[in-house]
């Protein structure tokens, strides 16, 4: 059988494009984009694009229109580097061969809708998203503390376990902590795993928290949140950061307008805000002070437990208590002479039961690092210096230079200096799937706040079925989860994100290694492709439960080889009774049951089981062997069509006959 022939019939009927029947029942599945490397899918995770086109075919027999984009990751990714010798990165011989070996695994792409990360038209769509995202607020520029490596020059986020030498940089971060409740919530109501929850979760470092309540001089009150209260009495000074925080409440009239000045054109480290701040342990006053430091929208300076707070007072000649011997408190009230479990404890209890404060949650990670120091990338260079021009809008999508720098269009006159850097991949994975809705499939630029993106965002949301590589969780699942809170706060009628996440573990050698150059073992698929059916391989990668890994085994496809034949022989052999059998219909009725619930490995099964006891070992009528056909035909699109083709004189495809009722 040619297959290449099959799939330009395919192609020539438009089965995979939606064809614009607003009035049709819609489904939207999104499986992600495969990242980019020379050789295709030689690390063998095939199974995320092959669960995608299995239930985008069933819903296609549904007669339902569906939005099923294919994609290529070759953004954000250290291979894009100031060097020639790299520069092969930047051609099309990678999304190619994705594209070949899904084309010939039978992924259902519409040739002319292929979304590559690298070309003008997404980062058109990103970079559009990303002034967006930071006019908003959303996305932060500034001083934080990151980790760096100093032999790749890259960073990462100091609050991700690491054990990388940390400093102070300008970056740009996306700022959840208005959302992050939300974030939370929309965790706990996805249906998954626990232990995947607990992980998408614990990515925030949640603790508790005492919520105090500080009795300001002016008459306001600061709601802070303690995670270490028994250093409540050590407090010395509070910092009020104007990029994190409206201050406006916490200035007092005599500094008010000294302190909109500094806000402006901050000249010093901090400067004081007039009013004090009541500590409720020790009952002194704390000054409060409006600078932007530190990250955190409040920062409580303690000296006692902190050489950085120590020199800072010291520096400064803030007044200090000494609160800690041996760590033993004391200058604590009541917490005097306790150690510092004990203290902890004790001031929950004492403070919650007085009801001056409430014990709560709260998250150390409030703001994911999108900014690293590789030489490429959709970063915006210039959002610094924004003020002097109109908008960056006009001047989309930003060009390349012959070192792959970003930078504006030479005719554009913008003061200072291009930044090196380029937008992290957890951003530009996690604005794939809300990207793709109005990417290409549908045929314009549009910010994903606007309202022209909220209708085709309502139209196509939620994703009926989000597959997602457990080991990509973060980029994957809760950056999307992320993005998509961020539209809810403008457009807070759209319900959610996705109906069904599906969580594929990862591909692994027989010896049970990763698939990876340096352990020598990567899977030349191209000659996977050349020696077995496509549906062989299809049947392989969904035969074992994808919540397990899988185990990249050739003999196996060989049997499904074996196994596909004797289907196709005796079919096209067979002497076909005239009477219907009912256990065809059930077998149907069964599979779309299966179908309906996204429970791929139990169709699998049951397609396999079905196969054995009643084409293998019983007779049918060719109207038994047409109902077959149509259940089998999202995971053997190949064998379908052809046994369609040659017993029904099929001239279209098999998808046109519907799903059997």
Same mark, same amino acid.
């Given at each position: 059988?040619?297959?290449?022939?099959?799939?330009?019939?395919?192609?020539?009927?438009?089965?995979?494009?939606?064809?614009?029947?607003?009035?049709?029942?819609?489904?939207?599945?999104?499986?992600?984009?495969?990242?980019?490397?020379?050789?295709?899918?030689?690390?063998?995770?095939?199974?995320?694009?092959?669960?995608?086109?299995?239930?985008?075919?069933?819903?296609?027999?549904?007669?339902?229109?569906?939005?099923?984009?294919?994609?290529?990751?070759?953004?954000?990714?250290?291979?894009?580097?100031?060097?020639?010798?790299?520069?092969?990165?930047?051609?099309?011989?990678?999304?190619?061969?994705?594209?070949?070996?899904?084309?010939?695994?039978?992924?259902?792409?519409?040739?002319?809708?292929?979304?590559?990360?690298?070309?003008?038209?997404?980062?058109?769509?990103?970079?559009?998203?990303?002034?967006?995202?930071?006019?908003?607020?959303?996305?932060?520029?500034?001083?934080?503390?990151?980790?760096?490596?100093?032999?790749?020059?890259?960073?990462?986020?100091?609050?991700?376990?690491?054990?990388?030498?940390?400093?102070?940089?300008?970056?740009?971060?996306?700022?959840?902590?208005?959302?992050?409740?939300?974030?939370?919530?929309?965790?706990?109501?996805?249906?998954?795993?626990?232990?995947?929850?607990?992980?998408?979760?614990?990515?925030?470092?949640?603790?508790?928290?005492?919520?105090?309540?500080?009795?300001?001089?002016?008459?306001?009150?600061?709601?802070?949140?303690?995670?270490?209260?028994?250093?409540?009495?050590?407090?010395?000074?509070?910092?009020?950061?104007?990029?994190?925080?409206?201050?406006?409440?916490?200035?007092?009239?005599?500094?008010?307008?000294?302190?909109?000045?500094?806000?402006?054109?901050?000249?010093?480290?901090?400067?004081?805000?007039?009013?004090?701040?009541?500590?409720?342990?020790?009952?002194?006053?704390?000054?409060?002070?409006?600078?932007?430091?530190?990250?955190?929208?409040?920062?409580?300076?303690?000296?006692?437990?902190?050489?950085?707070?120590?020199?800072?007072?010291?520096?400064?000649?803030?007044?200090?208590?000494?609160?800690?011997?041996?760590?033993?408190?004391?200058?604590?009230?009541?917490?005097?002479?306790?150690?510092?479990?004990?203290?902890?404890?004790?001031?929950?209890?004492?403070?919650?039961?007085?009801?001056?404060?409430?014990?709560?949650?709260?998250?150390?990670?409030?703001?994911?690092?999108?900014?690293?120091?590789?030489?490429?990338?959709?970063?915006?260079?210039?959002?610094?210096?924004?003020?002097?021009?109109?908008?960056?809008?006009?001047?989309?999508?930003?060009?390349?230079?012959?070192?792959?720098?970003?930078?504006?269009?030479?005719?554009?006159?913008?003061?200072?200096?291009?930044?090196?850097?380029?937008?992290?991949?957890?951003?530009?994975?996690?604005?794939?799937?809300?990207?793709?809705?109005?990417?290409?499939?549908?045929?314009?630029?549009?910010?994903?706040?606007?309202?022209?993106?909220?209708?085709?965002?309502?139209?196509?949301?939620?994703?009926?079925?989000?597959?997602?590589?457990?080991?990509?969780?973060?980029?994957?699942?809760?950056?999307?989860?992320? !993005? @998509?809170?961020?539209?809810? &706060? #403008?457009?807070? +009628?759209?319900?959610? /994100?996705?109906?069904? *996440?599906?969580? %594929?573990?990862?591909?692994?050698?027989?010896?049970?290694?990763?698939?990876?150059?340096?352990?020598?073992?990567?899977?030349?698929?191209?000659?996977?492709?050349?020696?077995?059916?496509?549906?062989?391989?299809?049947?392989?990668?969904?035969?074992?439960?994808?919540?397990?890994?899988?185990?990249?085994?050739?003999?196996?496809?060989?049997?499904?080889?074996?196994?596909?034949?004797?289907?196709?022989?005796?079919?096209?052999?067979?002497?076909?009774?005239?009477?219907?059998?009912?256990?065809?219909? !059930? @077998?149907?009725?069964?599979? &779309? #049951?299966?179908? +309906?619930?996204?429970? /791929?490995?139990?169709? *699998?099964?049951? %397609?396999?089981?079905?196969?054995?006891?009643?084409?293998?070992?019983?007779?049918?009528?060719?109207?038994?062997?047409?109902?077959?056909?149509?259940?089998?035909?999202?995971?053997?699109?190949?064998?379908?069509?052809?046994?369609?083709?040659?017993?029904?004189?099929?001239?279209?495809?098999?998808?046109?006959?519907?799903?059997?009722?």
């Amino acid at each position: 059988m040619d297959y290449a022939d099959l799939y330009n019939k395919w192609q020539n009927e438009k089965y995979f494009v939606i064809d614009g029947d607003r009035l049709k029942e819609k489904r939207y599945v999104f499986s992600s984009f495969p990242t980019s490397n020379l050789y295709g899918f030689q690390n063998g995770k095939i199974r995320g694009a092959v669960i995608g086109d299995v239930l985008a075919r069933y819903h296609r027999l549904q007669n339902r229109n569906v939005l099923f984009p294919i994609g290529f990751n070759t953004l954000s990714q250290s291979a894009f580097i100031e060097s020639r010798k790299s520069s092969n990165a930047l051609n099309d011989d990678i999304p190619k061969l994705f594209y070949n070996q899904l084309l010939r695994l039978g992924v259902g792409i519409d040739s002319n809708k292929v979304i590559d990360l690298r070309k003008n038209g997404y980062i058109s769509n990103l970079q559009l998203n990303f002034i967006n995202l930071y006019e908003k607020g959303y996305i932060k520029y500034h001083n934080a503390i990151v980790m760096q490596d100093e032999k790749t020059n890259k960073i990462y986020d100091s609050n991700i376990t690491g054990s990388l030498a940390k400093k102070s940089m300008r970056v740009f971060e996306l700022d959840v902590k208005d959302i992050l409740d939300n974030i939370i919530s929309d965790i706990k109501d996805l249906d998954i795993d626990n232990e995947i929850k607990n992980e998408l979760v614990d990515y925030f470092k949640p603790h508790d928290v005492l919520k105090i309540e500080l009795s300001c001089s002016n008459g306001n009150v600061l709601h802070i949140d303690m995670d270490s209260p028994e250093y409540l009495g050590g407090v010395a000074y509070i910092f009020l950061n104007p990029e994190h925080m409206k201050i406006e409440d916490y200035v007092s009239v005599d500094e008010y307008d000294s302190i909109m000045d500094y806000v402006k054109n901050p000249k010093t480290l901090f400067m004081y805000s007039g009013i004090t701040a009541f500590n409720p342990l020790t009952g002194d006053n704390i000054p409060v002070f409006i600078s932007n430091l530190y990250s955190a929208d409040i920062y409580l300076g303690i000296p006692s437990v902190s050489d950085e707070d120590m020199t800072l007072a010291e520096t400064e000649g803030f007044e200090y208590r000494d609160i800690l011997d041996d760590n033993i408190l004391m200058n604590s009230d009541f917490l005097d002479g306790m150690d510092i479990n004990s203290a902890h404890n004790a001031i929950f209890e004492a403070f919650t039961n007085a009801e001056i404060a409430k014990c709560g949650k709260a998250y150390l990670h409030t703001s994911i690092l999108i900014h690293q120091l590789d030489k490429f990338g959709a970063l915006f260079p210039f959002l610094e210096y924004k003020n002097n021009i109109s908008s960056l809008e006009d001047y989309l999508p930003f060009n390349f230079s012959s070192q792959f720098r970003p930078i504006l269009s030479a005719d554009v006159k913008i003061p200072g200096n291009a930044i090196d850097g380029t937008m992290a991949s957890n951003i530009s994975t996690g604005l794939a799937p809300l990207i793709s809705i109005t990417y290409d499939e549908i045929g314009f630029v549009e910010a994903l706040t606007s309202r022209g993106n909220y209708f085709e965002l309502a139209n196509f949301l939620p994703i009926d079925t989000l597959i997602v590589d457990k080991d990509n969780i973060i980029n994957e699942l809760l950056m999307p989860l992320v !993005i @998509f809170n961020f539209i809810k &706060k #403008d457009f807070p +009628d759209l319900e959610r /994100l996705a109906n069904r *996440i599906l969580i %594929v573990d990862k591909t692994l050698d027989i010896k049970l290694n990763d698939i990876k150059r340096s352990n020598n073992n990567l899977i030349d698929f191209d000659n996977i492709l050349d020696k077995h059916n496509p549906d062989a391989v299809r049947l392989f990668s969904l035969a074992s439960p994808i919540s397990e890994k899988l185990i990249f085994n050739e003999y196996i496809i060989d049997d499904y080889d074996l196994f596909l034949k004797k289907i196709k022989n005796r079919i096209i052999k067979c002497d076909y009774s005239m009477d219907n059998d009912i256990k065809f219909n !059930i @077998f149907a009725e069964d599979a &779309k #049951d299966l179908l +309906d619930k996204c429970k /791929l490995n139990e169709y *699998i099964s049951l %397609v396999v089981s079905f196969t054995e006891s009643n084409i293998f070992n019983a007779d049918f009528s060719k109207h038994d062997i047409l109902i077959y056909l149509k259940v089998v035909h999202p995971i053997f699109p190949f064998l379908s069509e052809e046994l369609y083709e040659e017993l029904f004189n099929g001239r279209f495809s098999i998808v046109n006959e519907g799903y059997p009722l």
